[in-house]
C-alpha cells in the first residue's frame, strides 16, 4: 500500500520505471551526440535549444520516477498531472530542442538526402499535418479516461509503459507541426494554428467538465487500494479534473506566445517578399515609357483606360 503524501514523501519518493528509463538514456544519449556533431559541423543550433532538451529529459524523468511517477497510482489527481506532464510539457520542450534539424546536421549528404527524402513523402505530409496531430491530441484524453484504457494501464505494468510513450510521442507530433521550428514535410501558415488553438482551448474545457461533474473514473480499482488517507475519490477526481483543465489551459500560454512571435516572423517574410517583388518590378520598367500607374499594371484597368 501506498503511504500518505506527506511533504517528506514528495522529497523522497522516487522509484525505478525500467519502463521509461532506458528509452529516455538512448534519446539523451543520441541527442547529445548529434548535437555535438552539428555544432562541430556549423552553429545551425544553438546552445539554448540544448537546454531545452535538458529540461524535457528532466521533466520526463520526474514525470515517471519521481513522486509523480510513485503517487500516480493512488490518486487520480497525480495521475492527472502525470498525463498533462507527458502529453504537454515533455512534448513542447522536445519540439523546441530542434531534434530532426540536430539529426540532419550530424548526418552525411547521402543520410541527409534519405531524411528528406522521407520528409516528402505523402505519408509524412498526413501524419505530420497540424489538423491530425491536432485531432490526435485533443482525442487522447477523452479515449484515456472515457474508456477501459485508463484502468488497464493502471493495473498492466506493460500497457502502462506503452501509454506512457504514446503520450510523448502524440504530443511531440502535435507541437513539431504546430511550431515548425524543424523541417517539416509542409510548412502551414501559423493562422491555421491559431484556430485550431482556439478550438482545442473549448475541447479541453468540455473534458474537464466531464471529469469534474460527470461518474467516477476506476472506481472499484481506487476502492480496492484500500486508501485511508488524502481525498476522497469524488474530491480526488475534481481535482484532477482542474489540472487536466486549468492548469492544461495555463501551460498553453506559452505555446500560445511562440505562436504568436512565429505568426509575426510569417508576416515579416511575407511583406519583405512582397516588397522585394515590387523592387524588381520597377527595377525591369522600360526606361522608355518613364513610370507607370499601379492601374497600369493591371490589363483589364489599362484596356479600360485607354479606350476612355
Request: with cysteine; glycine share 6%; hydrophobic share 55%.
Amino acid at each position: 500500500m501506498t503511504p500518505p503524501l506527506t511533504l517528506p514523501a514528495v522529497l523522497t519518493s522516487w522509484r525505478w520505471d525500467t519502463g521509461s528509463a532506458p528509452l529516455i538514456l538512448v534519446i539523451a544519449v543520441g541527442y547529445i551526440w548529434a548535437y555535438r556533431r552539428t555544432r562541430a559541423r556549423d552553429a545551425a543550433v544553438s546552445p539554448p535549444r540544448a537546454w531545452c532538451f535538458a529540461i524535457a529529459v528532466a521533466l520526463w524523468v520526474v514525470a515517471t520516477m519521481s513522486v509523480v511517477g510513485v503517487y500516480a497510482y493512488a490518486l487520480f489527481w497525480v495521475r492527472a498531472l502525470q498525463v498533462l506532464m507527458l502529453l504537454m510539457i515533455v512534448p513542447f520542450f522536445l519540439a523546441m530542442s530542434r531534434p530532426v534539424t540536430v539529426l540532419r546536421g550530424a548526418l552525411g549528404p547521402a543520410g541527409q538526402q534519405r531524411l528528406d527524402a522521407v520528409l516528402a513523402t505523402r505519408s509524412a505530409r498526413l501524419l505530420a499535418h497540424p489538423l491530425t496531430t491536432s485531432v490526435a491530441m485533443l482525442a487522447t484524453p477523452w479515449l484515456l479516461y472515457l474508456t477501459p484504457w485508463y484502468v488497464a494501464a493502471l493495473r498492466n505494468p506493460v500497457l502502462d509503459a506503452v501509454t506512457r510513450l504514446v503520450l510523448v510521442v502524440i504530443g511531440f507530433g502535435y507541437f513539431y507541426a504546430r511550431l515548425q521550428t524543424d523541417p517539416v514535410p509542409r510548412r502551414y501558415s501559423q493562422m491555421v494554428s491559431l484556430i485550431i488553438s482556439i478550438v482545442e482551448t473549448l475541447g479541453d474545457g468540455v473534458l474537464g467538465i466531464v471529469l469534474w461533474l460527470g461518474p467516477l473514473i476506476a472506481a472499484d480499482y481506487y476502492l480496492a487500494l484500500h486508501r485511508d488517507w488524502g481525498p476522497s475519490q469524488r474530491v480526488d477526481q475534481s481535482i484532477g479534473a482542474g489540472i487536466l483543465w486549468l492548469l492544461g489551459d495555463a501551460l498553453g500560454v506559452p505555446f500560445l506566445v511562440v505562436l504568436m512571435r512565429a505568426f509575426s516572423a510569417d508576416d515579416k517574410a511575407a511583406a519583405a517578399e512582397v516588397d522585394a517583388a515590387m523592387d524588381q518590378a520597377e527595377q525591369t520598367e522600360p526606361e522608355s515609357g518613364g513610370s507607370t500607374l499601379w492601374w497600369e499594371n493591371d490589363p483589364q484597368l489599362r484596356e479600360r483606360f485607354r479606350r476612355d
